[in-house]
């Protein structure tokens, strides 16, 4: 990279015909072009310039060694431009494993915007809540909400998402609301199967409740539904029910209180990632965050 760097300013003082006309071109002081020169022509074994006080004259090996310089300059300049055409509008396949709820929900709209932001993009999704191996399996990426459970693969955080409590207004008109946290545990909770217990936290102050239901979920998305046709209360992000806040579907319980923030990451095998890859984090994690 070294005398790449040389070989680009031998060309520069060649162009301007001087050391003084190089330094205005580049920014690099005239002393420093030429003890660059200089120790590019005793690294090379040859005189490359003929030194006055007024210009600089190539000699016959300069000549030569210039125009092959030149063409290196000049096909490591192309290589550098089309390198940045290359990640500013990424190709190829994206093989992506998105949890199932949070990718119909949230990811959707998200998925939409970032797809016209790259045509170049093609995209292979896999829903599925288990735990892929992006070693063993073709994945480029895999977005996970919780604590990553492989100290293996690369964790890059995305997002820390704050779980609320929701309610339809029809529901608490028939069960009531409650005014504390200890009032849940008389009603409806709809919990992720063999979670029988909500945290919830309000400044330093937190508190376990017990749950209870007639239904065993094993899904985020059913969760929602249930809720939204009154059959009790769910503990989720926002970025899950904004839809049904906004239409009314739902309501916001105990406003002061919330449940453990949950981390959203892309994990991947390695840290040297493509471009589609590179943009396609990059863009979740400016929207999630």
Not at 14 to 19: E, H, R, S, T
Not at 269 to 284: G, M, N, S, V, Y
Request: charged content about 25%; some cysteine.
């Amino acid at each position: 990279m070294e005398l790449l760097n040389d070989m680009a300013l031998f060309v520069e003082v060649v162009k301007a015909k001087g050391f003084r006309g190089a330094s205005e071109a580049t920014g690099v002081p005239n002393s420093t072009l030429s003890r660059r020169i200089s120790a590019l022509e005793k690294a090379i074994g040859l005189r490359l310039l003929h030194r006055t006080t007024r210009k600089v004259e190539l000699t016959e090996a300069g000549q030569i060694y210039f125009e092959r310089c030149k063409r290196i300059v000049d096909e490591a300049r192309l290589a550098h431009e089309q390198l940045g055409e290359m990640l500013a509008q990424p190709s190829g396949v994206l093989r992506a494993s998105l949890p199932v709820d949070f990718a119909v929900i949230y990811m959707a709209p998200l998925i939409v915007e970032f797809a016209e932001r790259y045509p170049g993009i093609t995209f292979d999704f896999d829903l599925t809540p288990r735990q892929v191996d992006l070693v063993s399996e073709p994945f480029d990426v895999a977005i996970r909400m919780g604590e990553p459970e492989s100290s293996h693969l690369i964790a890059r955080p995305l997002a820390s998402l704050v779980p609320h409590l929701y309610a339809s207004p029809r529901y608490l008109q028939r069960s009531g609301e409650p005014e504390k946290p200890a009032d849940l545990e008389r009603h409806e909770c709809l919990n992720i199967i063999k979670a029988n217990a909500w945290t919830l936290h309000r400044g330093t102050e937190s508190t376990q409740v017990a749950t209870s239901s007639r239904f065993k979920l094993n899904s985020v998305g059913l969760i929602r539904r249930l809720a939204t046709l009154s059959m009790g209360i769910m503990l989720v992000p926002e970025a899950i029910v904004a839809d049904d806040l906004a239409a009314g579907r739902l309501v916001r319980l105990l406003p002061d209180w919330h449940g453990k923030p949950m981390p959203v990451y892309a994990l991947t095998e390695t840290r040297l990632l493509p471009a589609k890859t590179q943009r396609f984090i990059e863009f979740f994690r400016e929207r999630l965050a």
